[in-house]
Protein backbone atom coordinates (compact mmCIF):
# COMPACT_ATOMS: atom_id res chain seq x y z
CA UNK A 1 0.00 0.00 0.00
CA UNK A 2 1.39 3.37 -0.82
CA UNK A 3 -0.37 6.83 0.27
CA UNK A 4 0.69 8.13 -3.07
CA UNK A 5 -0.53 5.58 -5.28
CA UNK A 6 -2.87 3.70 -3.83
CA UNK A 7 -6.64 3.78 -4.23
CA UNK A 8 -9.30 2.29 -2.24
CA UNK A 9 -8.95 -0.95 -4.21
CA UNK A 10 -6.61 -2.97 -4.65
CA UNK A 11 -5.25 -2.85 -8.47
CA UNK A 12 -3.40 -4.19 -11.03
CA UNK A 13 0.43 -2.60 -11.74
CA UNK A 14 1.14 -4.99 -14.66
CA UNK A 15 0.93 -8.77 -15.62
CA UNK A 16 2.60 -9.79 -11.97
CA UNK A 17 2.31 -7.10 -9.58
CA UNK A 18 -0.77 -5.69 -7.68
CA UNK A 19 -0.85 -2.60 -5.86
CA UNK A 20 -2.48 -2.99 -2.26
CA UNK A 21 -5.57 -0.94 -1.92
CA UNK A 22 -5.55 1.72 1.22
CA UNK A 23 -9.17 0.79 1.95
CA UNK A 24 -7.65 -3.03 2.94
CA UNK A 25 -5.95 -1.36 5.77
CA UNK A 26 -7.67 -1.77 9.12
CA UNK A 27 -8.49 1.18 10.91
CA UNK A 28 -9.34 2.89 7.35
CA UNK A 29 -12.59 2.84 5.39
CA UNK A 30 -14.06 4.09 2.18
CA UNK A 31 -14.72 7.60 3.20
CA UNK A 32 -11.34 8.11 4.62
CA UNK A 33 -9.68 6.52 1.46
CA UNK A 34 -11.57 8.35 -0.84
CA UNK A 35 -10.37 11.89 1.20
CA UNK A 36 -6.69 10.84 0.27
CA UNK A 37 -7.29 9.99 -3.13
CA UNK A 38 -9.13 13.48 -3.73
CA UNK A 39 -6.80 15.94 -1.43
CA UNK A 40 -3.62 13.87 -3.31
CA UNK A 41 -5.87 14.69 -6.86
CA UNK A 42 -5.77 18.29 -6.00
CA UNK A 43 -2.76 19.43 -5.28
CA UNK A 44 -0.02 16.47 -6.16
CA UNK A 45 1.91 13.55 -3.75
CA UNK A 46 1.88 14.11 -0.32
CA UNK A 47 5.72 14.81 0.31
CA UNK A 48 5.87 14.09 3.79
CA UNK A 49 3.71 13.13 7.26
CA UNK A 50 3.20 16.55 8.48
CA UNK A 51 2.26 17.79 4.65
CA UNK A 52 -0.45 14.67 4.78
CA UNK A 53 -2.19 15.37 7.95
CA UNK A 54 -2.20 19.08 7.09
CA UNK A 55 -3.63 18.31 3.66
CA UNK A 56 -6.19 15.50 4.84
CA UNK A 57 -9.78 16.23 6.46
CA UNK A 58 -8.59 14.56 10.36
CA UNK A 59 -12.26 14.14 11.03
CA UNK A 60 -12.32 11.71 8.23
CA UNK A 61 -8.72 10.47 8.59
CA UNK A 62 -8.13 10.33 12.05
CA UNK A 63 -5.55 9.26 14.18
CA UNK A 64 -6.22 5.52 14.07
CA UNK A 65 -6.12 5.49 10.35
CA UNK A 66 -3.23 7.47 10.33
CA UNK A 67 -1.66 4.41 13.01
CA UNK A 68 -2.59 1.72 10.78
CA UNK A 69 -1.36 3.41 7.43
CA UNK A 70 2.36 3.98 8.68
CA UNK A 71 2.25 0.29 10.38
CA UNK A 72 1.18 -0.65 7.19
CA UNK A 73 4.07 0.42 5.19
CA UNK A 74 1.73 2.91 3.01
CA UNK A 75 4.50 5.65 3.93
CA UNK A 76 7.66 3.91 3.04
CA UNK A 77 7.78 5.82 -0.32
CA UNK A 78 8.14 9.08 1.63
CA UNK A 79 9.72 7.89 4.65
CA UNK A 80 11.08 4.45 5.58
CA UNK A 81 11.66 4.42 9.18
CA UNK A 82 8.14 3.74 10.45
CA UNK A 83 9.13 4.25 13.55
CA UNK A 84 10.12 7.35 13.65
CA UNK A 85 6.82 8.08 11.59
CA UNK A 86 4.86 6.59 14.41
CA UNK A 87 6.81 8.94 17.45
CA UNK A 88 6.37 11.93 15.18
CA UNK A 89 2.71 11.39 14.44
CA UNK A 90 1.06 13.36 17.40
CA UNK A 91 3.94 16.61 16.64
CA UNK A 92 2.60 16.35 13.32
CA UNK A 93 -1.20 16.52 14.00
CA UNK A 94 -0.50 19.31 16.15
CA UNK A 95 1.35 21.10 13.79
CA UNK A 96 -1.10 21.25 11.22
CA UNK A 97 -4.15 22.24 13.75
CA UNK A 98 -1.46 25.18 14.75
CA UNK A 99 -1.64 25.76 10.70
CA UNK A 100 -5.16 25.67 10.10
CA UNK A 101 -5.08 28.22 12.87
CA UNK A 102 -2.29 30.88 11.61
CA UNK A 103 -4.84 30.13 8.59
CA UNK A 104 -8.13 31.20 9.87
CA UNK A 105 -6.31 34.60 11.42
CA UNK A 106 -5.98 38.18 9.63
CA UNK A 107 -3.18 40.55 10.15
CA UNK A 108 -4.12 44.40 10.49
CA UNK A 109 -4.52 44.77 7.09
CA UNK A 110 -7.15 42.44 6.70
CA UNK A 111 -4.58 39.47 4.95
CA UNK A 112 -4.21 35.70 5.89
CA UNK A 113 -1.47 34.61 7.83
CA UNK A 114 1.05 32.72 6.30
CA UNK A 115 3.03 31.75 8.66
CA UNK A 116 4.04 28.16 8.61
CA UNK A 117 6.20 26.11 10.58
CA UNK A 118 9.42 23.79 10.18
CA UNK A 119 8.21 20.25 10.45
CA UNK A 120 11.06 17.33 11.59
CA UNK A 121 10.55 13.86 12.03
CA UNK A 122 11.54 12.50 15.96
CA UNK A 123 14.35 10.71 15.68
CA UNK A 124 13.91 6.73 16.63
CA UNK A 125 15.57 3.50 16.29
CA UNK A 126 14.10 1.02 13.00
CA UNK A 127 11.60 -1.41 14.05
CA UNK A 128 13.26 -4.56 14.37
CA UNK A 129 12.14 -7.39 11.24
CA UNK A 130 9.95 -8.99 13.56
CA UNK A 131 8.33 -5.69 15.29
CA UNK A 132 7.74 -4.82 11.48
CA UNK A 133 6.37 -8.11 11.06
CA UNK A 134 3.86 -7.63 13.92
CA UNK A 135 2.87 -4.25 13.11
CA UNK A 136 1.85 -5.53 9.06
CA UNK A 137 -0.36 -8.33 10.88
CA UNK A 138 -2.27 -5.54 13.07
CA UNK A 139 -2.64 -3.53 10.52
CA UNK A 140 -3.41 -6.02 7.22
CA UNK A 141 -4.25 -9.04 8.69
CA UNK A 142 -1.26 -11.09 7.35
CA UNK A 143 2.38 -10.75 7.20
CA UNK A 144 3.06 -8.88 3.88
CA UNK A 145 6.78 -7.77 3.52
CA UNK A 146 8.41 -11.39 5.17
CA UNK A 147 7.46 -13.87 7.78
CA UNK A 148 8.69 -13.51 11.56
CA UNK A 149 9.85 -17.10 11.16
CA UNK A 150 12.67 -16.54 8.85
CA UNK A 151 14.93 -14.92 11.43
CA UNK A 152 15.23 -18.14 13.47
CA UNK A 153 14.36 -20.83 10.56
CA UNK A 154 18.04 -21.89 10.29
CA UNK A 155 18.29 -22.01 14.11
CA UNK A 156 15.24 -24.30 14.69
CA UNK A 157 15.38 -26.72 11.91
CA UNK A 158 18.31 -28.41 14.02
CA UNK A 159 15.37 -28.90 16.64
CA UNK A 160 12.39 -29.65 14.50
CA UNK A 161 13.73 -30.65 11.04
CA UNK A 162 9.94 -31.00 9.47
CA UNK A 163 8.84 -27.75 7.83
CA UNK A 164 5.02 -28.10 8.32
CA UNK A 165 4.11 -28.40 4.98
CA UNK A 166 5.79 -32.10 5.04
CA UNK A 167 3.86 -33.07 8.11
CA UNK A 168 2.04 -36.50 7.46
CA UNK A 169 0.47 -38.49 10.11
CA UNK A 170 2.92 -40.91 12.13
CA UNK A 171 2.74 -43.41 15.50
CA UNK A 172 6.49 -41.55 17.22
CA UNK A 173 5.91 -37.90 18.53
CA UNK A 174 7.17 -35.28 16.43
CA UNK A 175 9.11 -31.62 16.36
CA UNK A 176 7.61 -29.09 14.81
CA UNK A 177 8.53 -25.30 14.78
CA UNK A 178 6.68 -21.95 13.75
CA UNK A 179 4.81 -18.60 14.42
CA UNK A 180 1.69 -18.74 16.55
CA UNK A 181 -0.25 -17.03 14.03
CA UNK A 182 -3.33 -17.03 15.65
CA UNK A 183 -5.35 -18.60 19.06
CA UNK A 184 -8.91 -19.65 19.46
CA UNK A 185 -9.73 -20.99 23.37
CA UNK A 186 -12.54 -23.59 23.59
CA UNK A 187 -14.40 -25.37 25.98
CA UNK A 188 -14.10 -29.30 26.06
CA UNK A 189 -14.55 -32.24 28.03
CA UNK A 190 -11.35 -32.19 29.20
CA UNK A 191 -11.56 -28.79 30.16
CA UNK A 192 -10.07 -25.48 29.08
CA UNK A 193 -8.09 -25.88 25.29
CA UNK A 194 -6.56 -23.76 22.89
CA UNK A 195 -6.62 -24.05 19.21
CA UNK A 196 -3.72 -23.01 17.91
CA UNK A 197 -2.32 -21.74 14.23
CA UNK A 198 1.18 -22.39 13.56
CA UNK A 199 2.83 -20.71 10.59
CA UNK A 200 6.19 -21.62 9.31
CA UNK A 201 6.48 -19.65 5.98
CA UNK A 202 5.33 -23.22 4.21
CA UNK A 203 2.03 -24.23 5.65
CA UNK A 204 -0.19 -23.56 8.17
CA UNK A 205 -1.29 -26.23 10.68
CA UNK A 206 -3.99 -26.26 14.02
CA UNK A 207 -2.28 -27.65 16.98
CA UNK A 208 -4.54 -28.21 19.66
CA UNK A 209 -3.64 -27.65 23.79
CA UNK A 210 -5.08 -29.75 26.23
CA UNK A 211 -5.81 -29.36 29.52
CA UNK A 212 -2.49 -29.06 32.12
CA UNK A 213 -0.47 -28.18 29.30
CA UNK A 214 -2.28 -25.47 28.25
CA UNK A 215 -2.48 -24.10 31.70
CA UNK A 216 1.05 -24.32 32.33
CA UNK A 217 1.93 -22.94 29.35
CA UNK A 218 -0.63 -20.56 29.04
CA UNK A 219 1.73 -17.74 29.15
CA UNK A 220 3.31 -18.87 26.17
CA UNK A 221 0.01 -19.45 23.78
CA UNK A 222 0.31 -15.69 22.53
CA UNK A 223 -0.05 -14.55 18.13
CA UNK A 224 3.23 -14.16 16.92
CA UNK A 225 5.25 -16.27 19.30
CA UNK A 226 8.05 -18.21 18.15
CA UNK A 227 7.20 -21.91 19.36
CA UNK A 228 8.27 -25.37 18.94
CA UNK A 229 5.98 -28.10 19.37
CA UNK A 230 6.11 -31.52 20.15
CA UNK A 231 2.96 -33.21 18.99
CA UNK A 232 1.29 -36.23 17.93
CA UNK A 233 -0.37 -36.40 13.98
CA UNK A 234 -3.29 -38.60 13.22
CA UNK A 235 -5.03 -38.15 10.14
CA UNK A 236 -8.60 -36.69 10.10
CA UNK A 237 -11.15 -38.23 8.46
CA UNK A 238 -13.11 -35.91 8.54
CA UNK A 239 -11.65 -32.96 7.00
CA UNK A 240 -9.23 -35.25 5.27
CA UNK A 241 -6.31 -33.37 6.62
CA UNK A 242 -3.89 -34.07 9.36
CA UNK A 243 -5.25 -33.54 13.56
CA UNK A 244 -2.39 -32.72 15.76
CA UNK A 245 -2.09 -32.99 19.41
CA UNK A 246 0.68 -30.91 22.01
CA UNK A 247 2.41 -33.15 24.22
CA UNK A 248 4.35 -30.72 24.90
CA UNK A 249 5.54 -26.93 24.01
CA UNK A 250 8.59 -24.09 24.71
CA UNK A 251 9.58 -20.83 23.64
CA UNK A 252 12.38 -20.11 21.76
CA UNK A 253 14.36 -19.31 25.58
CA UNK A 254 13.23 -22.72 26.64
CA UNK A 255 14.61 -24.50 23.55
CA UNK A 256 17.92 -22.86 23.85
CA UNK A 257 18.15 -23.64 27.25
CA UNK A 258 16.53 -27.15 27.58
CA UNK A 259 18.96 -28.44 23.61
CA UNK A 260 21.35 -25.36 23.00
CA UNK A 261 24.94 -27.59 23.35
CA UNK A 262 27.48 -25.60 21.82
CA UNK A 263 27.53 -21.89 21.21
CA UNK A 264 30.06 -21.70 18.46
CA UNK A 265 31.93 -18.71 17.38
CA UNK A 266 33.60 -17.75 14.34
CA UNK A 267 35.88 -14.41 15.79
CA UNK A 268 38.69 -14.48 13.05
CA UNK A 269 40.31 -11.01 12.63
CA UNK A 270 37.36 -9.66 15.28
CA UNK A 271 39.57 -11.84 18.01
CA UNK A 272 39.73 -9.73 21.35
CA UNK A 273 39.27 -12.33 23.82
CA UNK A 274 38.64 -9.37 26.52
CA UNK A 275 35.76 -8.51 25.16
CA UNK A 276 34.51 -11.85 24.30
CA UNK A 277 35.10 -12.73 28.21
CA UNK A 278 32.93 -9.74 29.18
CA UNK A 279 30.06 -10.58 27.09
CA UNK A 280 30.24 -14.07 28.30
CA UNK A 281 30.35 -13.22 31.89
CA UNK A 282 26.93 -11.64 31.90
CA UNK A 283 25.33 -15.21 30.98
CA UNK A 284 27.72 -17.43 33.14
CA UNK A 285 26.10 -20.27 35.11
CA UNK A 286 24.27 -22.08 32.01
CA UNK A 287 24.87 -25.46 30.47
CA UNK A 288 26.13 -24.45 27.02
CA UNK A 289 29.82 -25.07 26.36
CA UNK A 290 31.39 -22.43 24.01
CA UNK A 291 33.57 -22.90 21.52
CA UNK A 292 35.55 -20.56 19.10
CA UNK A 293 37.23 -21.55 15.54
CA UNK A 294 39.73 -19.72 15.31
CA UNK A 295 41.79 -18.89 12.18
CA UNK A 296 45.06 -16.82 10.83
CA UNK A 297 47.27 -17.05 8.27
CA UNK A 298 49.24 -19.48 9.63
CA UNK A 299 46.14 -22.15 10.29
CA UNK A 300 42.98 -22.87 12.04
CA UNK A 301 42.02 -24.50 15.05
CA UNK A 302 38.68 -25.26 17.50
CA UNK A 303 38.88 -24.35 21.19
CA UNK A 304 36.26 -25.32 23.47
CA UNK A 305 36.24 -23.28 26.66
CA UNK A 306 36.54 -24.86 30.10
CA UNK A 307 33.49 -25.80 31.67
CA UNK A 308 33.04 -23.10 34.02
CA UNK A 309 32.75 -20.84 30.89
CA UNK A 310 29.40 -22.44 30.00
CA UNK A 311 26.31 -19.70 29.34
CA UNK A 312 23.39 -19.72 29.82
CA UNK A 313 21.99 -19.14 25.45
CA UNK A 314 19.39 -16.04 25.24
CA UNK A 315 17.75 -13.55 22.98
CA UNK A 316 20.27 -10.83 24.53
CA UNK A 317 23.75 -12.92 24.30
CA UNK A 318 22.93 -14.24 20.79
CA UNK A 319 21.89 -10.20 19.74
CA UNK A 320 25.52 -9.23 21.66
CA UNK A 321 27.73 -11.15 19.66
CA UNK A 322 25.58 -11.04 15.98
CA UNK A 323 26.00 -7.10 16.62
CA UNK A 324 30.12 -7.78 17.03
CA UNK A 325 30.83 -10.90 15.43
CA UNK A 326 28.13 -10.97 12.69
CA UNK A 327 25.03 -13.66 13.01
CA UNK A 328 26.63 -15.53 10.18
CA UNK A 329 29.25 -15.99 12.88
CA UNK A 330 27.23 -16.79 15.36
CA UNK A 331 25.70 -20.66 15.87
CA UNK A 332 23.90 -22.41 18.25
CA UNK A 333 24.44 -26.17 17.91
CA UNK A 334 21.64 -28.58 19.50
Given at each position: ?????????????????????????????????????????????????????????????????????????????????R?S???????????????????????L?????G??????????????????????K????????????????????????????????????????????????R????????????D????????????????????????????????????????????????????????????????????????????????????????C??????????????????????????????????????????????
Amino acid sequence: PDINTSTYRSEPVDAKRIRYGLGCVKGTGQGATENIVARRDEAGPFTGLADFCRRVDRRIVNRRAMEALIKSGSFDSIEANRASLLASLGSAIDAAEHAEQFAAQTNLFGEASGATETFTLTNASAWSERERLVNEKQSLGFYLSGHPFNAYRDELRRVARTPLSHLQATLEPVMMAGVIYGVQMRNSRRGRMAILTLDDGSARVEVVVFGELFHEKRSVIQEDQVVVVKGRIFPDEFTGGLRITADGLMDLAEVRSAHAKVLRLSINGQADFGKLKSILAQYAGGKCDVTIHYRNAQGECDIRFPAERRVKVSAPLLDSLNEWLEEKNVQVVY
